[in-house]
């Protein structure tokens, strides 16, 4: 099955209730299997220049990147498979784009993002993230997070200067340790994991699992499986109805059906015979 | 996002400036940012300073002076819905941030660069995106003055616990099923969302909002009804005593007053 058709993706932003406009950018490419989902921050309007510039990079040269090779094949320098390349490269690159847009443009200074993007192929999903930007996956009923944030809360619970309970009660949540645009160089954490039909993945922004209970969040994916549109909604609605202190953004991705790449030990071994 | 000014006369509103530059000048002359013009105000007469999310005030030597909330001032602090008061004019201070100089701040989500990175010193590890926006000017005083603030941030308080508690309002609703194996079971509706059905075939969930309860059709080829109306697409409020039909299945939502 083509990964177009084996996925069903809903993505949706809101502004919250508190903030006047938004600075997460989201985008989907259901022909490609890639999610993208970015938390600005900086003055102004500088959050949404760089969250956007994050989501537009990754679509258009990941879309690119794929029409010139498959995603299974190997780099022959470094091992890596091509997905994980294309999602590695192309932050790093939107990470040069907004550090010398900061660097030339005083009205830019000091913007960043946060990004978390996962690509399916080949029965698997590459995550990569930089920031507090979360995946989460729910098979059967149970959802579990994926993604481990870049934040000073997670590194202090880590050492053990917190426990979790202190760490949910803290005020300094949205401290992050990594960002996208804000050095000039950012290393992104990347993860390749298996995926199984049913399974559901939510990208989403701290707007969401600030504001709302995980155990929630697991209750309302499990209920309204069967409705993706409407559990997006649900979720967003939650973090208002609790607040919405911050831009929300929510991205489900459903796996319909088993989406391996045909011919795939044909591909290996003429691979194997390059090298 | 920006804080802004409200100007007003006699209650009549006449214009808003959004407070998005670090110097915003109040005066007559047609030169400042916020022209109000009437004899009462100086050429120049105030200057509002705007630094990160907070702003002050500052008389500049004006002929009539300038009130807040009714007390002459010459410099202030502005919280949010100070009214400045010149002449006749008034100005009403709006910042969306819910608070300046408290748990705003971390709302947002900020950068904290390691120390791999090009931070100068250790001292200034607190180094949010927007006081890198102002390194190049020499602002050792507002550095020191936001370390304190951090430090005064971390009593700690939920977010979480004051929206739970919100959500209770003395009554506990409950759904009680009137027909079928399980009549006469009751299901106190207490977290913020229950299941109605099996996930893959027929579901219905009702959801607890500020407002109250919701019951929404997720997915199934049976609509639920509420008292003997099929329910659409849309989210449907609930009433006290309300009969739901689910699947054949009948039950009463209901609130129960007080709490044993």
Known sequence: MKVENALEIVCQTHPGMVRSHNEDSVACEAAIGLVVLADGM?????????????????????????????????????????????????????????????????????????????????????????????????????????????????????????????????????????????????????????????????????????????????????????????????????????????????????????????????????????? | MAAKLILSWNGTVIKEYLLNKERMTIGRKSYNDIVIDNLAVSGEHAVVVTIMHDSFLEDTDSTNGLEVNG??????????????????????????????????????????????????????????????????KPMTEEKAEKTGKFDALSAATSVKSAAVAQGGAGKTAVLQILTGSTAGRELELVKSLTTLGKPGFQVAVLTRRPQGFYITHVEGGQFPSVNGRALSNQAHQLNDHDVIELAGVKMEFYFRDGRG
Not at chain 2, 71 to 89: A, E, S, W, Y
Request: glycine share 10%; aromatic share 6%.
């Open chain 2, 71 to 136: 007390v002459p001032t010459k410099k202030h602090f502005l919280q949010n819905n100070d009214v400045i008061g010149i002449g006749k004019h008034k100005l009403k201070y709006i910042n969306d941030h819910i608070t300046q100089t408290t748990s705003a701040d971390f709302e947002k989500t900020m950068v904290l660069r390691g120390s791999a990175s090009s931070s100068p010193s250790s001292e200034g590890r607190v180094d949010t995106v927007k006081s890198t926006t102002m390194q190049n």
């Open chain 1, 42 to 275: 900086g003055g102004y309007n500088a959050g949404e220049v760089a969250s956007g510039i994050t989501v537009s990079v990754l679509t258009t040269e990941v879309s690119q990147g794929l029409l010139q090779g498959s995603p299974t094949l190997h780099d022959q320098e470094s091992g890596d498979e091509n997905g994980v390349l294309l999602l590695r490269d192309n932050i790093q690159r939107a990470n040069a784009s907004i550090y010398h847009a900061a660097q030339s443009q005083s009205q830019y200074a000091g913007m960043g993002t946060t990004v978390v993007t996962g690509l399916f192929y080949d029965d698997r999903v590459v995550v990569a993230h930089v920031g507090d930007s979360r995946m989460y996956r729910l098979r059967g009923e149970t959802m579990k997070l994926i993604t481990q944030d870049h934040s000073l809360l997670r590194e202090q619970v880590e050492c053990g200067m917190l426990s979790a309970e202190e760490a949910r009660l803290s005020k300094n949540k949205n401290l992050v340790t990594r960002a996208v645009g804000i050095d000039a160089k950012v290393e992104p954490e990347i993860g390749i994991y298996d995926v199984q039909i049913g399974d559901i993945y939510l990208f989403c922004s701290d707007g969401l699992n600030d504001m709302v209970e995980d155990e929630d969040i697991e209750s309302t994916m499990y209920a309204m499986q069967g409705n993706l549109p409407l559990a997006v909604e649900q979720l967003i609605q939650m973090a208002n109805d609790n607040g919405g202190r911050d831009n929300v953004s929510v991205i489900l991705v459903k796996v319909k059906g088993g989406f391996a790449v045909p011919g795939q030990w044909l591909a290996k071994m003429l691979n194997w015979f390059k090298k």
